[in-house]
């Protein structure tokens, strides 16, 4: 398989950063070394190319109706300059994507008649783009919507600047005469110049510290990556998968996968991301699960043992029996103890119940907790 390249895959070689595939996509991994990396981001700044991340934008008169109609979340809510976190469902409820919604400024048609429309961003992850353009265009179509559909997914670069110093960094990357981002709340974004380049900037991140994503056009991203790698630490994604598990955050395709582990948002710990208001693609199945409740939910699991989790590890109860599965797990830079993250039945998911992870054939003591991981 040919894999996909960011725009900066030769500038991250010639630092030597080491390379992995990633949906599809030749990504940096580690620049210099992931314990390195992850402290900076929770000490200082780190920066990382995501220019994985899928970019698909919708615009038109009835692009509103085509979001809310495929997200789990309530798309009408949002202004220009909103981010909204949200599932990608199918009609069973279980979870084809999680996604960032941005509304983006209202876009001018030449049109007389049609005059400004609402406008989107919205960001599969990464090697979904194609799937996700498809699925909105074929619903738009059987729903006889009028807005268009565009996989921008190389047309723009992502960077995230991510770390207690990582906002004044991204402030004073600003060009003169531009917003000052220090004002813009969590979730929500605005165009701003970097290096004579406008960008769009928001106050996302997938890390647990504050900071920004900045998307720019994918031909600047060598000049205004060179803005931030100076003063942040460049980290790979392995730092970014340590930092992202610390939290809990889902990843797409481990922590969830529409054939492989399909759950629905209300198992995976996101029910805060459906608003069953909405009529989207699987409201009736989540709204007969969120009657009924769940058997399986996604936690927090602390290793007592010594011993590192990794994914597909089972999961056993005091009788050793098989309960569930990690989903994820790594020994925590940040909090030194090994953590993992999986599915186990509701009744053993209050905090400090007991039970094992089995590593490489051996049970390991492991009691469940709360995240962010403590």
């Known amino acids: 398989m040919t894999l996909r390249n960011p725009p900066l895959r030769e500038v991250h070689a010639e630092r030597d950063a080491k390379f992995t595939e990633f949906g599809g996509w ?9 314990r390195a990396e992850h402290a900076a981001v929770r000490e200082a700044a780190g920066v990382f190319d995501v220019s994985h991340m899928g970019e698909i934008e919708v615009a038109g008169p009835d692009a509103t109706a085509l979001l809310n109609r495929l997200t789990t979340n309530d798309v009408t809510a949002l202004s220009p300059g909103d981010a909204q976190y949200a599932a990608i469902t199918r009609e069973d409820g279980v979870m084809l994507d999680d996604t960032v919604v941005y509304r983006l400024p209202d876009e001018e048609r030449t049109d007389e008649t049609l005059g400004t429309v609402p406008a989107y961003l919205f960001i599969p992850n990464a090697g979904h783009d194609a799937e996700m353009h498809e699925r909105w265009v074929d619903h738009r179509d059987q729903w006889g919507l009028d807005c268009e559909v565009r996989n921008v997914t190389e047309d723009w670069a992502m960077f995230a600047v991510q770390g207690p110093e990582a906002p004044d960094l991204v402030a004073s990357a600003v ?10 709340p969590k979730f929500s ?3 701003a110049p970097f290096a004579g380049v406008e960008c769009w900037v928001a106050r996302t991140g997938y890390t647990g510290e504050d900071g920004f994503e900045v998307l720019c056009p994918w031909a600047d991203a060598e000049a205004v990556w060179a803005l931030f790698a100076d003063d942040a630490t460049p980290c790979g994604l392995g730092a970014r998968d340590t930092l992202r598990i610390e939290q809990g955050f889902l990843l797409s395709g481990q922590d969830f996968h529409p054939e492989e582990e399909p759950r629905t948002p209300y198992e995976a710990d996101i029910g805060f991301a459906v608003d069953l208001d909405a009529e989207f693609v699987g409201r009736d199945a989540l709204a007969a699960q969120a009657e009924a409740g769940v058997e399986e939910t996604f936690v927090g699991i602390e290793l007592l ?7 597909g590890y089972d999961v056993t109860n005091e009788d050793g029996h098989v309960v569930g599965t990690v989903t994820s797990g790594t020994m925590s830079p940040s909090l030194d103890k090994p953590i993992a993250l999986g599915y186990l039945p509701v009744d ?3 905090p400090g119940t007991e039970v094992s992870v089995v590593v490489r054939g051996r049970e390991k003591r492991a009691k469940v907790v709360s995240v962010p991981f403590e």
């Open 26 to 34: 030749d990504m940096p991994v580690e620049f210099d070394s992931i």
């Open 175 to 184: 060009d003169d005469g531009g917003p000052d981002v220090l004002e813009l």
């Open 189 to 191: 974004a605005t165009f």
């Open 305 to 311: 043992d010594r011993g590192v989790p990794r994914h």
């Open 348 to 350: 053993l998911t209050d």
